[in-house]
């Protein structure tokens, strides 16, 4: 009995210490740090409809996928979103455009009969992240008028230099969102105003 009391015991302790010797995780946000400008004195008299953003499907995970040369990536186990990259690019995006316009996103959000909504439409084909180096957002958007049939279509490639450590990086890809975001709104700020709108 003595033998087996010791043997939990010690198996416990080897438990407790590998668990005490693992890393802790970190969580990442992309619209946290996203600024969110005071309501305009002036509402913008239009709403925006922004639904899910699709993105790479080797990126479509919690895990940080980052590339350390040229053509290898590795999965950090311990440094994750805090949601799926493609929410955490919606939401991002979301903040930062309603933000530059002054308006809301009304996405599966009933609004009044005739209220001007425009749609957009995000395909991010390339999210890349490199430590120290750079983090990259490429994405093909476009914005529709909802009930309209022009369509205008754009691209847009934010490539932003980060430092050293994964704080950094992702705080370049807020800042690449932002990017995005401002091009965005800019087309639709042009579309509002009744001129032709370009990329």
Aim: aromatic share 6%; with cysteine; hydrophobic share 45%.
């Amino acid at each position: 009995m003595m033998r087996y009391t010791t043997a939990l015991a010690m198996a416990a302790a080897v438990l407790l210490a590998g668990c005490a010797a693992a890393p802790p995780e970190h969580f990442y946000s992309l619209s946290n740090g996203i600024g969110v400008p005071a309501p305009a004195a002036k509402p913008a008299g239009y709403y925006i409809e922004l639904p899910a953003v699709t993105v790479p499907q080797q990126v479509a995970r919690y895990q940080l996928v980052v590339s350390t040369e040229a053509g290898r990536i590795d999965l950090l186990e311990h440094e994750r979103w805090s949601a799926m990259p493609a929410s955490e690019l919606g939401q991002a995006l979301s903040l930062a455009i309603t933000g530059e316009l002054g308006t809301v996103d009304v996405f599966r959000t009933p609004t009044a009969d005739g209220a001007p909504v425009y749609r957009i439409s995000t395909n991010v084909q390339r999210f890349e992240s490199a430590p120290g180096q750079y983090a990259l957002i490429d994405a093909v958007w476009s914005v529709r008028l909802v009930g309209g049939v022009k369509v205008l279509t754009c691209r847009s490639v934010a490539n932003e230099a980060v430092g050293g450590g994964y704080d950094a990086l992702v705080a370049g890809h807020r800042r690449a969102v932002t990017r995005i975001a401002a091009d965005i709104s800019k087309a639709i700020r042009t579309l509002a105003s009744g001129a032709s709108a370009g990329c």
